[in-house]
């Protein structure tokens, strides 16, 4: 099993960056497929962003391509989501979330959620 707990969100302008943080423990964190999922309230969750095991295979969404970054780093057990050029559409609850692959997955179909953390854009 991972613990996983999210961090880095709040409240930014349109046109701003923020950074997302997510902290694993309790398991071999190099042996998950990681991703970034994103809700607001009525919707259902979708997908941001996925980084294979090394870190060397990344997917991102279409919304989002061009403006957001995943990164990980297995010697920290951390994985980040750089946020840049945000729009107040990306507005939502973010999520990090884990499961044992080896290709990146950008479906729902994670093993470990975070709690999620709120991120606000302003117009």
């Known amino acids: 099993q991972v613990q996983l707990v999210e961090s880095g969100g709040g409240l930014v302008q349109a046109g701003g960056s923020l950074r997302l943080s997510c902290a694993a423990s309790g398991s071999t964190f190099s042996r998950y497929v990681m991703g970034w999922f994103r809700q607001v309230p009525g919707k259902e969750r979708e997908f941001v962003a996925a980084?294979?095991?090394?870190?060397?295979?990344?997917s991102v969404a279409d919304s989002v391509k061009g403006r957001f970054t995943i990164s990980r780093d297995n010697v920290k057990n951390m994985v980040y989501l750089q946020m840049n050029s945000l729009k107040p559409e990306d507005t939502a609850v973010y999520y990090c979330?884990?499961?044992?692959?080896?290709?990146?997955?950008?479906?729902?179909?994670?093993?470990?959620w975070g709690q999620g953390t709120q991120v606000t854009v302003s117009s």
């Open positions: 980084i294979n095991r090394s870190g060397g295979s990344t």
């Open positions: 979330a884990a499961r044992t692959a080896v290709y990146v997955v950008t479906t729902t179909r994670y093993d470990y």
